[in-house]
Nanobody, 124 residues
Framework: VQLQASGGGLVQTGGSLRLSCAAS????????FGWFRQAPGKEREFVAG????????YYTDSVKGRFTISRDNAKNTVALEMNSLKPEDAAVYYC??????????????????WGQGTQVTVSS
């Protein structure tokens, strides 16, 4: 299984970035996918998730209304559209897959696969 994250970069405060995660080696449509981030000196935290059906999305409070997660089952990709970026959004972002199908509640702690990170830097 491979999860390949891309799209990170340097952006000014208030700017936008679109992260993408390309998945292979798994039955894409059966998995929930999530984005997590880790800033220097901090623990990794859940950012957003999407259920296996795509009907349910989940966000941490700090990104609600600014970030949007989506999936394309035809292309085996998951995207995270990030708008109105703030310096506190700067981190390494990781995509993850969860065979349980959801990223609600306790499911956020049980990802089965992880991708490599992509760096997001937000200048003030």
């Amino acid at each position: 299984v491979q999860l390949q994250a891309s799209g990170g970069g340097l952006v000014q405060t208030g700017g936008s970035l679109r992260l993408s995660c390309a998945a292979s080696g798994l039955t894409f449509s059966s998995y929930a996918f999530g984005w997590f981030r880790q800033a220097p000196g901090k623990e990794r935290e859940f950012v957003a998730g999407i259920s296996w059906t795509g009907l349910n999305t989940y966000y941490t409070d700090s990104v609600k209304g600014r970030f949007t997660i989506s999936r394309d089952n035809a292309k085996n990709t998951v995207a995270l559209e990030m708008n109105s970026l703030k310096p506190e959004d700067a981190a390494v972002y990781y995509c993850a897959a969860n065979r349980r199908g959801y990223y609600s509640g306790a499911y956020r702690g049980v990802s089965d696969y992880w991708g490599q990170g992509t760096q997001v830097t937000v200048s003030s």
